[in-house]
């Protein structure tokens, strides 16, 4: 047993173990009740439009968030999905380490990024049961949070172009697709109140909101 802790927490091995002793202290903390579960937990905009200047390119971030998309990442979680990563991760990195005989912390993290990339593969697959689960009680959530509040345009909208706006919600923010009503322009930075979801879309509709 003892032989065993001290591989698991060698040098080669401290960062893969670091990672899954995050995840189980997070998750201990949540089942006392110390911490609420979204405490660490952030939205990700995995295809959402970005405000940026038209001159820059624009192909890394396509790629980047076609990646986030590919692993589900942003459709579940942030915390649940690196539950799912950490063990598959510190599984093959430790083994790993251990059947190349390696104990340095430099050597450790040449195998590590190899051993990152199984385990996105196989947190894939361990999340997508869970992704239409949480897409249906977010969806639910959202409809009952976001009606009646009021946010702040990101990107101009109309009622033919949709655009983005962000809004408070549970002490985080959120980025949503918004569109107006006929003959109605959100110009960036406007105040809008969200009024209803349009059906068969992720758009709401909103109007201009004056205090």
Same mark, same amino acid.
């Given at each position: 047993?003892?032989? /065993?802790?001290?591989?698991?927490?060698?040098?080669?091995?401290?960062?893969?173990?670091?990672? *899954?002793?995050?995840?189980?202290?997070?998750?201990?903390?949540?089942?006392?009740?110390?911490?609420?579960?979204? #405490? *660490?937990? /952030?939205?990700?905009?995995?295809?959402?439009?970005?405000?940026?200047?038209?001159?820059?390119?624009? @192909? $890394?971030?396509?790629?980047? +968030? !076609?990646?986030?998309? /590919? #692993? !589900?990442?942003?459709?579940?979680?942030?915390?649940?999905?690196? @539950?799912?990563?950490?063990?598959?991760?510190? #599984?093959?990195? +430790? +083994?790993?380490?251990? *059947?190349?005989?390696?104990?340095?912390?430099? /050597?450790?993290?040449?195998?590590? #990024?190899?051993?990152?990339?199984? $385990?996105?593969?196989?947190?894939?697959?361990?999340?997508?049961?869970?992704? $239409?689960?949480?897409?249906?009680? =977010?969806?639910?959530?959202? =409809?009952?949070?976001?009606?009646?509040?009021?946010?702040?345009?990101?990107? @101009?909208?109309?009622? &033919? @172009?949709?655009?983005?706006?962000?809004? =408070?919600?549970?002490?985080?923010?959120?980025?949503?697709?918004?569109?107006?009503?006929?003959?109605? =322009?959100?110009?960036?930075?406007?105040?809008?109140?969200?009024?209803?979801?349009?059906?068969?879309?992720? &758009?709401?509709?909103?109007?201009?909101?004056?205090?």
């Amino acid at each position: 047993m003892i032989e /065993f802790f001290n591989t698991i927490f060698s040098p080669a091995n401290a960062l893969s173990t670091g990672i *899954l002793c995050f995840i189980m202290v997070y998750w201990i903390t949540v089942m006392l009740g110390a911490i609420d579960m979204d #405490f *660490l937990d /952030f939205d990700i905009d995995i295809d959402g439009e970005v405000d940026i200047d038209p001159d820059v390119d624009t @192909s $890394g971030l396509m790629w980047l +968030n !076609n990646v986030l998309v /590919f #692993f !589900n990442l942003g459709k579940i979680p942030f915390m649940v999905w690196l @539950s799912f990563l950490s063990l598959p991760l510190w #599984f093959i990195h +430790n +083994n790993a380490n251990h *059947l190349l005989g390696i104990d340095s912390f430099l /050597f450790g993290l040449i195998t590590f #990024f190899p051993a990152l990339i199984i $385990g996105l593969f196989i947190a894939k697959f361990a999340t997508w049961p869970f992704v $239409g689960l949480f897409a249906k009680f =977010e969806e639910g959530t959202k =409809e009952k949070v976001i009606l009646g509040k009021v946010g702040t345009v990101i990107i @101009s909208a109309t009622h &033919d @172009s949709r655009g983005q706006a962000e809004v =408070e919600s549970a002490g985080s923010y959120l980025m949503l697709y918004i569109v107006t009503r006929k003959g109605v =322009e959100a110009k960036k930075g406007d105040q809008v109140l969200f009024i209803q979801e349009v059906d068969g879309t992720d &758009d709401y509709l909103v109007e201009p909101y004056f205090d």
